[in-house]
């Protein structure tokens, strides 16, 4: 099996070398066999195949243990938005039930998670809603994956009959906020999501899927109207650093360095939240799965990765 490598982005795909061999029928029987050593994905690379020494997807057990030719694993922003809900369970039955689609409630993504893929899918699962986490499609051929995926996503992408303004969002600046090493994010969407009040109380503190978490870190910071820029920023980097600060009213805001993974996932809140169901309750991250989360070694290299020079 080819898989993506570690903090390499699959939009360099047909420029750079970016994916990495894995034995699959190795990876496959210690997964099914619940061996620990599944969690190391480098173990199951073949020896002498891997000259640039990269690293195997942290997510690489998904794709060994979804038993389809192609595998198309992503965190698409409507499926979060579904995977997020409380009731995601009934509603990918209702609308994705004909594409044979099954529901996974959160688990950690590595063994954990190949294990309940194993228990969930059968023989005709096509599709994998992951609970708190993203989208998984098996088919045979490439542009096969892709066609599905599409149309899930087209199929959990809510008509909202108000659309949340998103227009002209620029962001404001918080008096007192330059000089503190952070700067505005100009984001249409999460500056959208700092605008409406409404949105923002539904997530505010919470986080919802493991790469807000390592990313950006737990939960989400949203500044006290009483406290200056710089407190905010003191308080993001207290305890779990954060890497993402929303100022009600105005916009948001990222460290000056931060990397280009941390930009993705600050926008990707933004789409997320314009995109949940109005009435839908959310399910969060509890605080035992955000500490499991960025306490994972695989997650800290990818982290590394990120933030290195390229
Ligand atoms: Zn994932």
């Not at 409406?196 to 986080?207: D, F, K």
């Not at 905010?232 to 990397?259: E, H, Y």
């Not at 600050?266 to 035992?288: N, Y």
């Not at 695989?298 to 982290?303: F, L, N, V």
Request: charged content about 20%; aromatic content about 4%; some cysteine.
């Amino acid at each position: 099996m080819l898989v993506k490598a570690s903090g390499t982005w699959l939009a360099d795909a047909e420029t750079k070398d970016i994916m990495v061999p894995v034995d699959i029928a190795r990876l496959r029987a210690a997964l099914k066999a619940g061996d620990p050593a599944a969690e190391n994905n480098a173990a199951y690379v073949p020896e002498g195949e891997n000259p640039s020494g990269l690293r195997p997807s942290i997510e690489t057990s998904v794709h060994a243990i979804f038993d389809w030719p192609v595998v198309l694993h992503t965190h698409c922003v409507a499926t979060i938005a579904t995977a997020v809900r409380a009731d995601a369970a009934r509603v990918v039955e209702q609308r994705l039930g004909d594409l044979g689609a099954a529901f996974i409630p959160y688990v950690k993504p590595g063994l954990s998670l190949a294990r309940a893929i194993d228990d969930a899918a059968g023989a005709e699962t096509r599709v994998l809603v992951l609970g708190n986490h993203g989208l998984a499609v098996g088919a045979e051929t490439a542009p096969q994956a892709e066609a599905l995926l599409r149309e899930v996503s087209r199929r959990l992408t809510p008509e909202l009959t108000e659309q949340p303004h998103r227009e002209g969002a620029n962001p404001d600046t918080p008096t007192g906020l330059a000089g503190a090493g952070w700067q505005l994010f100009d984001h249409a969407a999460t500056t959208a999501l700092a605008r409406n009040q409404t949105l923002l109380s539904r997530i505010e503190g919470a986080s919802f899927y493991p790469d807000h978490v390592i990313f950006l870190g737990p939960g989400l910071l949203v500044a006290a109207e009483n406290e200056s820029p710089q407190e905010t920023v003191a308080r993001a980097r207290q305890g779990a650093a954060q890497n993402l600060i929303v100022f009600p009213g105005l916009g948001a805001a990222l460290p000056d360095d931060a990397s280009p993974a941390v930009r993705a996932l600050a926008g990707c809140i933004g789409e997320v939240a314009l995109c949940l169901d109005p009435e839908a309750e959310l399910l969060r991250l509890t605080a035992e799965q955000e500490a499991d989360l960025i306490n994972w070694d695989a997650e800290k290299y990818r982290q590394a990765l990120e933030l290195g020079p390229s």
